[in-house]
């Protein structure tokens, strides 16, 4: 029989896990610049580029 996996959606700034809706905080979380670049990118439709600062 196969193991029950977890299902989750990621829409906006919330993740659906198991049916409960979870907010996704990117600034306070340790997800990599270079994610956080795709997402927005994603998001917005728009170009962005990551600088040292």
Request: glycine share 6%; hydrophobic share 35%.
């Amino acid at each position: 029989m196969r193991k029950e996996e977890q299902k989750f959606i990621t829409r906006s700034h919330f993740r659906i896990i198991n049916g409960e809706e979870v907010e996704i905080v990117l600034s306070e979380t340790d997800i990599p610049d270079r994610c956080k670049l795709i997402w927005t990118e994603i998001m917005t439709g728009n170009k962005y580029e990551l600088v040292e600062g």
